[in-house]
């Protein structure tokens, strides 16, 4: 498998998470989201991904699969333990809902094309730019610190996709100095995360491409 992936995209992270939990190992190549206008928007990266947005995961048949949550559940059903949705049908519930609460209702705000729509065509200055951003981030983030019982994970002792989805989207609030104060359960799954080998594994800063 091959895994189209970009080291600061919080999309791709999750998947590196999901991947490195489950011990499965994929070639990768890597589109730079800001070189040359964005390698993401080529025709090349289009033809597999007709969104233009990272990640992609091309299968050995030739498939190429888009969207991190949808990738993740092709791992899941590809290789079931170590789980990532909780046995018990409530918590796996609850453990989608905060996965879509972030990946849905808090990521998409914070998107490259979405800052560079408020930069470029409505000629938002870089301080309203960086209010829009720590507003939805901590918006989201004090309905996940009501959704979430850290134990140290947010639903248990393991990693779920909850997990897999908040653990990028703290690193994209630490990357742009956002507070966290507010969140003392929210901070306390991230630290569990952040301890997790499969976590440092898949962490931006331990990617090939990193910058
Ligand atoms: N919902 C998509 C989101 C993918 C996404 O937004 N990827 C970002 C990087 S995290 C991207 O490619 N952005 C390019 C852009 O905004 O132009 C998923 O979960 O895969």
């Not at 989608?96 to 065509?121: F, K, M, Q, T, W």
Request: with cysteine; glycine share 4%.
């Amino acid at each position: 498998m091959l895994l189209y992936d970009y080291f600061r995209s919080s999309a791709a992270f999750r998947v590196r998470i999901a991947l490195a939990i489950k011990g499965i190992s994929v070639e990768r190549r890597f589109v730079h989201l800001l070189k040359d206008g964005g390698m993401h928007k080529k025709a090349e990266y289009r033809e597999r991904n007709p969104q233009a947005l990272v990640p992609a995961l091309e299968l050995d048949n030739g498939v190429t699969l888009t969207q991190s949550l949808a990738i993740i559940e092709y791992l899941e059903a590809l290789q079931p333990l170590p789980r990532l949705a909780p046995s018990d049908p409530i918590l796996a519930a609850k453990a989608r809902g905060v996965a879509l609460a972030i990946a849905c209702d808090i990521h998409p705000l914070g998107n490259l094309r979405v800052l560079s729509y408020l930069r470029d065509e409505l000629q938002q200055s870089e301080q309203a730019i960086a209010e829009w951003r720590s507003r939805w981030v901590q918006e989201g983030l004090a309905a996940v610190e009501q959704l979430i019982q850290p134990a140290p994970f947010c639903f248990g002792t393991q990693p779920t996709i909850a997990d897999v989805c908040l653990a990028p989207q703290l690193f994209y609030a630490a990357r742009f100095a956002i507070p966290l104060q507010a969140f003392p359960k929210v901070r306390a799954a991230g630290a569990a995360c952040e301890a997790h080998p499969a976590f440092r594994a898949a962490h931006p800063s331990a990617q090939p491409d990193a910058e």
